[in-house]
């Protein structure tokens, strides 16, 4: 997520969404700003994959109106993105240099794959069989494999849950949270919006400012001296005027002065 912020200025977001939901690319055509959105998940490969498979929304233009599709459609747009996210995050020659010129490749060859490119073994799979380390067979039966069970048989479980720990925190855009993080220096914004923007209890962001040394500027209050304010006169005669002039019944209104 950093990385395409860093590199394209797009905003990102890791969002609390449906079961369903992987990802979504939303663009303002008015300030040409985009935002990408992905789903909070326990499984982070996929959430890589889908980051990925978003940014090539995003350099496509894929743009539509929101109103088509489903998140099932298999368009050819959204098999171009696919298969854009599979090269971007398992280039063949990457993998090939990974690899080099092994002949014969075993289940713990797919583990290293994983581990090495953190994608799903899925992905790993279809990338070997591209590269062609290994047959139609071997691809079919190694993407029925999952993560965990790589990660728990060849040693690397402990990498795997802090990589699902990660990928199950919302995040907000950075831009956008450093932007509200300046706002709130300069005592324009609440740290509970700051909060809210992270997903975390006020205590907790409150604490997050104050071991950074962010706090809000203290503005001086102005005093006038009354000595300094300028003298002005009153001319009420315009007033007396307009409470003298006659009722709907002829007689004046009356008005009782105050003393001068």
Do not use: C
């Not at 063949?92 to 490749?105: I, T």
């Amino acid at each position: 997520m950093a990385i395409i912020e860093q590199t394209t200025g797009i905003d990102v977001a890791i969002l609390d969404v449906g079961p369903d939901e992987h990802g979504l690319t939303v663009r303002d055509p008015k300030r040409d700003a985009v935002f990408i959105g992905v789903a909070r998940t326990s499984r982070p490969m996929r959430q890589r994959s889908t980051l990925a498979h978003e940014l090539a929304h995003v350099l496509f233009e894929d743009w539509t109106d929101g109103g088509t599709g489903t998140w099932s459609d298999r368009t050819p747009t959204e098999i171009r993105a696919d298969a854009f996210a599979r090269h971007l995050l398992v280039p063949v020659d990457g993998l090939r240099e990974f690899l080099g010129h092994r002949a014969k490749l075993a289940q713990s060859t797919l583990s290293e794959v994983v581990q090495r490119f953190l994608v799903s073994p899925q992905i790993a799979a279809i990338a070997l069989h591209q590269a062609e380390y290994v047959d139609d067979d071997t691809k079919r039966e190694w993407m029925t494999l999952t993560a965990p069970q790589l990660a728990t048989r060849f040693g690397w479980s402990d990498q795997y849950r802090a990589l699902r720990a990660d990928s199950d925190q919302r995040r907000a855009p950075q831009r956008l949270l450093a932007r509200a993080i300046r706002g709130y220096e300069e005592g324009v914004l609440s740290a509970q919006a700051i909060a809210t923007l992270r997903g975390i209890t006020l205590a907790a962001a409150e604490t997050d400012l104050r071991e950074a040394g962010v706090v809000p500027v203290q503005q001086a209050t102005e005093w006038a001296d009354p000595a300094e304010l300028p003298d002005v006169r009153v001319d009420l005669a315009a007033l007396d005027k307009a409470l003298n002039t006659p009722d709907d019944d002829g007689r004046p209104a009356t008005v009782e002065r105050p003393a001068e």
